[in-house]
């Protein structure tokens, strides 16, 4: 069976120095892959060439059997990325960036109100995102990709900035997306445990 997002012999160099050789790995619907290392290993790097955003010098990524690179936009409609930094509009509310958000990809059925309130943000609407904590920016985050309705979730370090409650809500929305069929790639430090298939990637 042809994995829905795959990639062989993947190879980066920044400079001189090799980040990444001969990566690899095959992911399906409702399975985990983190990428495992220490700070500066490249996994924030896999990441961006994944999605196009770093040449490779060897290597191809391909989703659902074709190659990325022969079909980035249909790839870039079918994920939603967090990545270390947020990524949202800093002089807008959460519910304007969300709005923006709402325009580049396909939104599924759950109402806005309720998933703010699940992510205990709804208090928060007429703020300016500038105004907010960096945990409660990584909460509007979460619920950018709770909205969306795409099956490939990359998250680079999902937990920075998160409590312990924040970081087990990270895990059981995860835990729920897998379970809907849906796949994600999760760049982390700390251990993850969750009940789902999960594959690894460690970078040295």
């Given at each position: ?191 993850v445990e969750i009940d789902a298939p ?7």
């Amino acid at each position: 069976m042809t994995a829905q997002l795959s990639a062989e012999n993947l190879t980066l160099f920044r400079g001189d120095r090799c980040l990444f050789r001969g990566v690899g790995f095959a992911l399906n619907s409702g399975e985990l892959l983190i990428l495992e290392g220490s700070n500066g290993s490249g996994k924030t790097s896999l990441m961006k060439a994944i999605v196009g955003m770093l040449d490779l010098e060897k290597g191809v990524v391909s989703w659902n059997g074709m190659p990325v690179a022969e079909q980035r936009q249909v790839f870039h409609g079918a994920l939603v990325w967090t990545a270390h930094r947020v990524g949202l509009k800093a002089d807008l509310t959460l519910v304007e960036n969300l709005r923006f958000e709402a325009a580049l990809r396909p939104q599924g059925s759950d109402d806005l109100e309720t998933v703010l309130e699940r992510l205990e943000i709804s208090r928060l609407k007429p703020l300016p995102l500038r105004s907010l904590s960096a945990g409660q920016q990584r909460r509007v985050a979460l619920a950018r990709m709770l909205l969306a309705d795409v099956p490939l979730w990359l998250m680079d370090e999902p937990f920075t900035n998160l409590d312990r409650e924040g970081r087990a809500l990270v895990m059981e929305l995860v835990k729920e997306h897998l379970d809907k069929g849906g796949m994600c790639v999760m760049a982390a430090h700390q251990d993850v445990e969750i009940d789902a298939p999960v594959k690894k990637v460690v970078l040295q």
